[in-house]
C-alpha cells in the first residue's frame, strides 16, 4: 500500500484515462464525445490533489527503489498535472461536437501525463527510458490528430521518425553506462563513478544521454523537429507537448547531470554551456525571419529551452532552483498563449500568420489582451512570471561566476523583445480597410477558465514568487552536494 501512494497520481490518470477509453466505447457513435473531456478533467485535478497530498509523504522509495517521492519529484509532478489540466480546457473549447477521435485524444493527453510523471520520480534509468516512451507515444499520436489536414500527419511522421532517433541514443547511452558500472540504478552509478578510474564508455554513454533528452527538450542543435510539428499539429496539443515533455525531460536531465554524475561536472558543464549558447541564438535569430505565429513560438522555446540550460550549468541548488521556477513560469505563459491562439485560429487553425492576428484586440479585447500579456511575460517584462524566471536563471549564473554566458543570455533576451513585441503590435494595429477580417469565436466557459489560471499564474509569479520559489528551493535540496556552491566560482571547485 505504501508503494501505491508514492505513484499515486500516476494510478489516479490511468484509472481517468481507461475509464474513457471504456465510456467512449459505450457511447453512441454520433454521440457528442465533449464530455468526456469534462471527465479528464476531473482526473487531471485528482492527480493534482493527489501530487499535492504527496508532499506531506516522508521522502523514500517505491517497488524496489525505482520510483522516488521527494521534493524534487512531487514539485514537477504538480506542474505536469497544472499543464495537463488546462491543456483539457482548451482542447474542450477548441474541437467541435463532429471532431473524431475525442474520446482517444483526452484518454492519449491523460497517459501521456503518466509518462510524464514518471520520467521526473524515476531513479532507474531503465524506467526513465520506458517512461520516455509512454510520454512519446503518446504525443506522436497527438501531433497527426488532425487526419484532414496534410500537414498534421507530416508533422507526427517527422516527430516519430525523428524521436525514435534520439530515443536510440538516449537507450544506447543507458547501455553502455550499464556496461561500465555494471547497473543503471541512477544512486548506484553516482557511488561506482566515485569509487576510481572512470571507463571511457561512461563518458560517451553519458554524452548519448544528453543528447536524447536534448531531442526532447528541443535544444539546439537538435532542435530540427520543432517548427514543423509545432505548424502542423493542433494548437491544444502544441500547449501541452510545448511545455509537459520538456518539464519532464528537464527533471531527468537534472537527476542523472546532478544525481548520478556529479562528479562528472567538469565534462558535463562545457557541454550544457554550449547548447545553452546555440539554444538561445539559433531560437531566437530563427524566430526573427518567420512570419506564422506558430513557427515563430517554436523557435522561442528553443531559445527558452537555452534559458533553461544556463540555469543547469550553475552548477548549485540555486540554479536547481532557478531551473525548477523558470519550468513553471514558462510553462504559464506558453499554455496561456496557446489558449489564445487555439481559441482565435480554433482547431483547424484557421489564423496562421502574424498578419492574422492584426486588430485581435479590437475584434475581441479580452483574446488581445491576453495574448499580449504572455508575450510581454515570454520577453521577461517586470511583473510577470517570465521576469523573474530569467533573473533568477542569470543569477544563478553570475554567482557561479558564468559572466560571459550570463552576457549572451542577455543580449539574446534583447533580441527576442523584437519579434515579441511585433506580435504585441500587429495585435493592437487596426487592419487595412482593404484586408478581410475573420470574425473570433465568442470565448467559452473553458477557455475562460483556461485563461483565468494561467494569467493568473503569470502574474501571481511576477509579483509574490516566494510561494513557488520556496518549493523549487526546497526541490534543490534533494540534491545536498550542490547545496553550498552558490556563489563559488566553477574554478574554485
Known sequence: MNDALRILPEIVLVIAGVVLMLADAMMAKQSSRKPLGWLAVV???????????QYELPPGTAYFGVVQTDAFSVFFHVLIACIVLVSLLITIDAVKDSTEGLGELFALMLFGAVGMMFMSGATELLLVFVALEISSISTYIMAGFRRKSAKSPESALKYFLLGSFATAFFLYGIALIFGATGTTRIEAI??????????????????MII??????????????????????APSPVVALMSTGPKAAAFAVLLRIAY?????????????????????????NLGALRQRNVKRMLAYSSIAHAGYLLVAFTALSAEGIAAASFYAVSYAAMNVGIFAVISHAG?????????????????????LGGAMAFFLISLIGIPFTGGFFGKFYVFAAALHSGLVWLTIIGLINSGIAAYYYLRVVTAVYSRPAEASPVMAVPRPSMPLLLALFLTAAATLVLGIVPTGVLARARQAAQTYPAFSQTAGTPLSER
Not at 482526473?43 to 493534482?48: C, Q, S, T, V
Not at 543528447?211 to 505548424?231: C, N, Q, R
Request: aromatic fraction near 14%.
Open 259 to 283: 544525481g548520478a554524475f556529479p562528479l562528472l561536472h567538469t565534462h558535463w558543464v562545457p557541454a550544457l554551456w554550449w547548447l545553452a549558447v546555440l539554444s538561445m541564438t539559433i531560437g
Open 346 to 366: 480554433e482547431y483547424d487553425d484557421r489564423l496562421t500568420l502574424i498578419d492574422d492576428y492584426r486588430g485581435l484586440a479590437y475584434r475581441s479585447p479580452l
Open 43 to 53: 482526473g487531471a485535478l485528482a492527480a493534482l490533489a493527489a501530487s499535492l497530498w
Open 211 to 232: 543528447i536524447g533528452l536534448g531531442f526532447k527538450v528541443s535544444a539546439a542543435p537538435f532542435h530540427v523537429w520543432t517548427p514543423d510539428v509545432y505548424e502542423g
Open 190 to 207: 553516482a557511488a561506482a563513478v566515485g569509487a576510481g578510474n572512470t571507463p571511457a564508455l561512461i563518458y560517451v554513454g553519458l554524452a
